[in-house]
């Protein structure tokens, strides 16, 4: 597969059953930002003359676990910053949209992060992930750069943002939530587990777990966690799969995913239905399903607002014209689009791209009351004309609440058709079921 984007060094694989490597990562970060300052106060520059070019930074996984996204994601991206110079800029300057590939690992977001902050001088970020996110959090606020996290499930952010860093795809809570929802609407009572050991897996599993049998009655007749990057995962996939369960629910990422699948199409286990998660939501995964005969497979996860919505109507052709394709479900690209979106129009209501300021104006230009804008030239108009403005994305609204979470999440039961992914229903959260605490 083609994929963009700017290759920034062989990242080390993370080792996810190492609990103090968020410390690690931290650490490293804070070293390298600090030669970063003093590099910057002997040159004399501030890094805040609100002139030249605006700079958007894109850190993101183009290879690594997330990299079968990445091709989609960066196009994604892409476009949105050319509909901004398209409608004259930000702040009537140019935008440049700089790009790091993280490697999908904390180490490769902390040193991707460096080089986007203390050499490229961006002054907002987007396209990051859950393990980066964490790895770069505290740093972000330290910095004051705006962030809007476009792939960030982790639980971590349920009730930690909302001042610089922002979500405009919903929680792992959510997607666990309606993870087991769609278990027991399909009237599965027992479950097995399969889980990777990753802060982005882990989480939605969890939820999933904890919903499931605490708030459901339902049984999880094995949790199996393994490693990323096992030799073999046969006896994982045994484990799970001959405990007796009426499905086995899998949280992995893409890499550990089809080796995973691979076993289990090896071994037979066919009449068993698969629960998976979004991670897995790619091409591949659907054609080793598709290829079994008697298989099936069900995620439970977000989806496009794709009906009567003019943002989506406007997006898709441009990004088809960009990439050859259109958009893929679940392949996360329109969330890479709102995010530059937002931030345009929040630099603009903002009337500057100070960072603090920035960030302050985010929920100003997301959320009601407003006059609902669906393209960054109809933002712009209604600025310009002193009114307030309601963004409303290609994915959904972007209403945030307080903690800078997305309110209103599309849900919907995916599954594979003709040998590819395609939405079966749209479905709304069950109100009944709640966070665990």
């Not at 009537?92 to 993280?102: A, K, Q, S």
């Not at 995973?260 to 090896?266: A, D, I, M, S, Y």
């Not at 307080?402 to 939405?423: E, F, K, R």
Request: aromatic share 8%.
């Amino acid at each position: 597969m083609q994929r963009y984007g700017l290759a920034y060094g062989d990242w080390v694989r993370r080792d996810p059953s190492n609990r103090k490597r968020r410390h690690t990562v931290k650490r490293i970060l804070v070293a390298l930002l600090a030669v970063g300052l003093v590099a910057a106060a002997c040159s004399g520059d501030s890094g805040d003359a609100e002139e030249g070019p605006v700079k958007l930074g894109f850190l993101n996984g183009q290879s690594g676990d997330y990299g079968p996204w990445g091709h989609w994601a960066l196009a994604a991206a892409e476009v949105a910053v050319e509909e901004l110079n398209a409608g004259g800029g930000v702040l009537g300057r140019d935008v440049e949209l700089i790009v790091e590939d993280n490697g999908s690992t904390p180490e490769g977001a902390v040193s991707g992060f460096a080089e986007l902050t203390e050499v490229d001088g961006i002054h907002a970020l987007g396209g990051i992930e859950s393990d980066g996110m964490i790895a770069i959090f505290d740093t972000v606020h330290e910095l004051q750069i705006p962030t809007i996290c476009s792939t960030c499930g982790t639980t971590e952010l349920d009730n930690t943002g909302g001042d610089m860093v922002f979500r405009i795809i919903p929680s792992d809570t959510d997607n666990g939530i309606v993870g087991a929802q769609v278990a027991r609407d399909e009237g599965y009572r027992n479950v097995a587990m399969l889980v990777e050991l990753s802060e982005g897996t882990e989480s939605p599993a969890n939820v999933f777990k904890a919903v499931f049998t605490e708030q459901m009655g339902g049984s999880v007749t094995a949790d199996v966690r393994f490693n990323a990057g096992e030799t073999t995962y046969a006896a994982q996939v045994a484990q799970a799969f001959e405990s007796g369960p009426d499905a086995v629910y899998i949280a992995a990422g893409f890499e550990t995913g089809v080796p995973l699948l691979n076993e289990w199409q090896r071994r037979g286990y066919a009449d068993i239905p698969l629960i998976l998660t979004t991670d897995l939501l790619s091409p591949e995964i659907a054609e080793i399903i598709s290829g079994v005969e008697g298989a099936s497979a069900i995620v439970g996860a977000t989806a496009y607002d794709t009906v009567n919505n003019p943002a989506w109507d406007a997006y898709v052709p441009r990004f088809e014209e960009k990439i050859g394709d259109p958009p893929e479900i679940a392949f996360y690209d329109a969330w890479q689009y709102d995010q530059y979106i937002v931030l345009g129009l929040a630099m603009a209501k903002a009337g500057t791209t100070d960072g603090a300021a920035v960030a302050a104006a985010i929920p100003e230009i997301a959320n009601p009351p407003g006059v609902e804008v669906f393209t960054y030239a109809q933002g712009l108009a209604e600025l310009d004309a002193g009114n307030e403005i309601d963004y409303h994305g290609t994915t959904s609204n972007m209403n945030l609440n307080s903690v800078g979470n997305l309110l209103s999440p599309v849900m919907a039961v995916i599954h594979v058709q003709d040998g590819d992914w395609a939405v079966r229903e749209n479905i709304e959260l069950d109100p009944t079921l709640v966070k665990p605490s």
